[in-house]
């Protein structure tokens, strides 16, 4: 049950690092994924970089405490649905008006 609300928890945590590093991206990685000679299509992967730095820093905690066989799947669960949900919302894409 605890496991279950951490994973909650931490779903919620990843997925709010990837609307705020889209929305308001503080390295501007930004990648053209399309371009017409009217709209351009853009991707801003600040978002997933924070969630990825994040989850790098959480595995790194729960390797230090020791909790890494029971705790990182279910972290690893958290961050990859909260990708899934970002993108499927799509967070980080824009499409610009030439």
Not at 29 to 38: G, K, S
Request: with cysteine; aromatic share 12%; proline share 4%.
């Amino acid at each position: 049950m605890k496991n279950v609300l951490l994973l909650c928890l931490q779903f919620v945590l990843f997925l709010i690092i990837f609307v705020a590093g889209s929305l308001f991206p503080p390295f501007h990685l930004e990648h053209v994924l399309t371009t017409t000679p009217t709209t351009l299509h853009i991707f801003v992967a600040d978002g997933l970089v924070l969630m990825i730095a994040l989850y790098v820093a959480i595995g790194v905690i729960e390797m230090l405490t020791k909790r890494i066989r029971t705790a990182l799947p279910w972290t690893t669960v958290a961050v990859l649905l909260a990708a899934v949900i970002g993108f499927y919302m799509k967070f980080g894409f824009i499409t610009r008006d030439l």
